[in-house]
């Protein structure tokens, strides 16, 4: 620690103040653009939600709660809403436990690891957009591969209402369960060898190490996961909107698409900064209720 | 571990599998237009780079790879410098409120696009900005950041304090210690963190989308969701361009793994 | 002797500083002749005749040169590049094509001038009024119609003559007839009526043909939605019905002109909704439906009359900003006049705007199926003329889906429409 000084109370406050100074200088800039980019507008659209805006024609009166009184009988809004849960459940659900197969797969992996990294974060790695497209061309009636090893059944996947948004659930899965399944892995990794060997001593082996040694130490970074990929899953965009606009028929019309068609299509920005705002409070208690749960596994582990 | 070598193979055999999609898009930029529709085989009967020719020569993918990789470079210096500072500053310098300072960042890392999309497309209309890049930049930059500064700030706590007083009673200054003795030790961590700022650029969509219009300024997410097709959807030429936009990914993911796979750990696992 | 964080540094900079440079260069085109740019879709068709007609405007006048830009091909890329251009103040176009339902947007957002000073009212008189109308806002004018458009029943003229049916007039006939003839012909792959369901601004518009087909509308004079709910409603059923009872396959709710022209072109379908330019193409020396193509009005369900089609097509407009108005409005006028409408129905599989070339006998030599288009084209109805339609539209096109796919209920599609209309109505302050 420190070494002992003489009389240092007028030199410490004065390096004190220095130091503020400049703890100060370094931090603007970047306060500075997160302050302009991302806290004002988070601000500003709350602001923008509270008014009939349509800069196409110069529209731009106050509105009060109008927007969000109408959210609350429109059957849209609704639909996006039921769409959105059921999007982030399912996928959510499906990453974890894929993900955790795929980790304790690859936790005996002896060769070829990097090779398995790279294969796995591929898919996670890419762009969505080219995610997007490949999982059309996947899932093309006529030319998609997924019908050709059905053989050759021309199932719409991306045109039927009830199949379009488990083939959107499949194609996010596919693209984020390695993050999932990287997490996990590392952890396992961490987990010593002996752990497992005493429980072998035991009498416990498979199934009961699994739950004895496994589980308890996987889960928080599981739970850690699931928070990631929960609000990733409420904010995501890119997917549906490329594979399939939020159709067909609004079956997988979650609440970012709609706040996109109203804000950019009918160009309602006061109507779809609406919509943005509450996804931003769906996300924003979405992750308190998920950090007040690891802190309380924390607390209890 | 017994029967590894077998076992192992399995697993990258599964893998692959996994990443089949891939292959499978990287299969269709080779094959001809005949055999794409409908499906008749697995494997093409030849193979043929026109695709490649038509994306490379006719399209507006080279510009908007050359959009996308501006963009991305200079908004991940951006973030990356501007939060390297930033965390310097968070973690070792008695700044009054950072405490709450850092909490407001990690709150910001869950901040939705689609909120903030509407005032920065008005905010960029105002500005005159729509259309260039430093619109993107900027806004990359700023999505970044809360992330960037975070993982950052993990990485520096982790110097031990004993190194900058060694250099503090050498005489040099806070300035002097941060550029001699921190930035070439947290450089490791401030490339993974550059790796996923980076590929969060690269991969933008929503913004890129919204603040740009003319087809001479489209990043590369953009140029592949609209890519044209005129009577039918050129479903090779899609592939070819879908291929040429994962470049960078693949390149990062193949030879960056150690420092990627860091980054997303230490943005995790850090409490 | 700078540490390698320095260097790395200095290194990176200099290639930003190099790419930075490579984004912005883009500099403004030098001075020299007047220069209009002219901003269109790629005209499609055996040949192109818009280089021609504007390497003979520039031949007219001296001292000035036309370019042309491709504009995308999706029309509502077309719109958003439009919008976001012309809002950002600037935009680096003089005269523009527009799809007719843009006019009155973009009059009440003042990007494109007012024509009425320079057109005479005799010109306007030589186009379609299905055609001037849509271009007029407030009794002026701002947009000269460029070509025309009109929904059509494709039918296989062979299938229905070796029945022994003439074209159907009503809905219900018509699906007589569908199950008629697969049940003779007896071919699992040949489909009855094809049209566009998918949600787009196509697919708005069958639902538009069919709402005016029983007697009713989307929004009336005042801008009340749905004033006739009770036929609005009858409307969506029996469009669901077709899709229901077979005589269209399912597939029909995610086609567009495109993906259901095609199946026709090749003979596999009995009926096609369609636009003009599709003749063309089964007239082709290879087509598999070459000379087995007719056309008739669309048909009418319980209330409506028959042959109630939308009629659509381009417009050109000069935008508000260009730095040569009177030369751009000239450019207007003579792309939309007798002789460049004869270049184009000449060279493209484009139908004129002015009645009187669908008499012209040099033009009809070349295709026969002018006399029988104009009937049509009188019968037929501009969408809703008002600046707000595309956002009507788009407001209103997931509820049709809905009813399409079979998620919702007419009547609850009817209502939900009506409560999205007035939330949009209440935004514009109407």
Redesign the interface.
Known sequence: MASPRCDTSSRRSAADVADRRLGWLLLAPALLLLGGLTVYPAIWVIWLSLQYRVPVFGIARWAGAAHYAFLTVDSRFWNAAGVTALFTVASVALESILGLAMALALRGQQRGRRVAVALLLLAWALPSVVTAKMFEWLYHPSGGLVNFLLGGRAVNWLGDPALALPSLVLADVWRTTPFVALLCYARLLTIPAELYEAAEVDGAAGVQAFARITWPLVRPILLVALLFRTLDALRAFDIMFVLTGGGPAGSTETLTVYAYRALFQTLQIGFGSAIGVVVFVLVMLVAWAYLRLINRQEAAA | MRGGRLRDALVLAALALYAAPFFWQALTSVRPDAELLPLASLLPGRLTAVHYEVVLAKSLMPRALLNSLGVALISTALAVGLGALAGYALVRLPVPGRGPILLAMIAATAFPQIATVSPLYLLMRTLGLRDTWLALILANASFALPLVIWLLAGFIREIPRALEEAAATDGADRMATLYWVILPLVAPGAASAALLAFLFSWNEFLFAYSFTATEASRTVPVALALFPGVFEVPWGDIAAASLLASLPPVLIVVGFQRYLVRGLLAGALRE | MA????RAALL??G??LA??A???G?GPSGAGPITLVFKHA?I?GPADPVPGLLRRFEAEHPGVRVHSEAL??SS??QH??Y???L???SPPFDVMMLDVIWVP?FA??GWILDLTAQVPPAECDAHFASAIEPATQDGRLWALPWFMNVGLLYYRKDLLAKYGLAPPETYDELARQVRLIQAGERDPRLDGYLWQGK?YEGGMVNVLEALWANGTRVIDERGRPFPEPERAREALAALRGLIESGVSP??V??ADE?LTRRPFGDGRAIFLRGWPYALDLFELPDSRVRQRVGVAPMPRLAHGPVGAASTGGAHLAVSARTRHPALAVELVRFLTSDVAQRAMTEGAALRPSRPALYHDAQLIARDPTLPALLPLILRGHPRPIT?YY??LS??LQ?EF??V?????SPA?AVQ?GI??VR??E????R
Request: with cysteine; hydrophobic share 40%.
């Open positions: 540490p390698r964080p320095a990176v900079a290639l930003l790419l930075l490579a984004g912005c883009q790629k499609l995308t091909w509502d890329e958003q590049f919008v976001i251009n809002e950002g103040g947007e009440r957002a949600q399912p597939w709710t995610a495109e600046p595309l956002m788009t407001t997931p889906s809905a399409l796919v079979g998620r919702k609850r939900d409560a999205q939330h949009l209440q935004a514009l302050g």
